[in-house]
């Protein structure tokens, strides 16, 4: 079991930057991808960005350049810096685990973290 904690979210100005966390807790060393996804209201829940545990990154093509990935393995905290947010960027962001365990995989997911963008 994978147990994840986000936060960071809050209400921004288009143009600025935020930067959101994720804490893993629990069966971490399984975690073989993280990610962060996000959802808008009206709208189904969407790839923002990945990492996976040797380090590949991959973006939406509506942030890449915008938004970076990265975590800290020793702390199992992921993080999202996002600069130059839009108001289309805002939305309700969650954290995203993929854990591996013999050939089963399992996901886990975040309570979300709210990001708005005011223009």
């Known amino acids: 079991q994978v147990e994840l904690v986000e936060s960071g979210g809050g209400l921004v100005q288009a143009g600025r930057s935020l930067r959101l966390s994720c804490v893993a807790s629990g069966i971490t060393f399984s975690i073989i991808a993280t990610g962060w996804y996000r959802q808008a209201p009206g709208k189904e829940r969407e790839l923002v960005a990945t990492i996976t545990s040797g380090g590949t990154t991959q973006y939406a093509d509506s942030v890449r350049g915008r938004f970076t990935i990265f975590r800290d393995s020793r702390e199992n905290t992921m993080y999202l810096q996002m600069r130059s947010l839009e108001p289309a960027d805002t939305a309700v962001y969650y954290c995203?685990?993929?854990?591996?365990?013999?050939?089963?995989?399992?996901?886990?997911w975040g309570q979300g973290t709210q990001v708005t963008v005011s223009s």
């Open positions: 995203n685990a993929v854990s591996k365990s013999g050939f089963s995989r399992s996901t886990f």
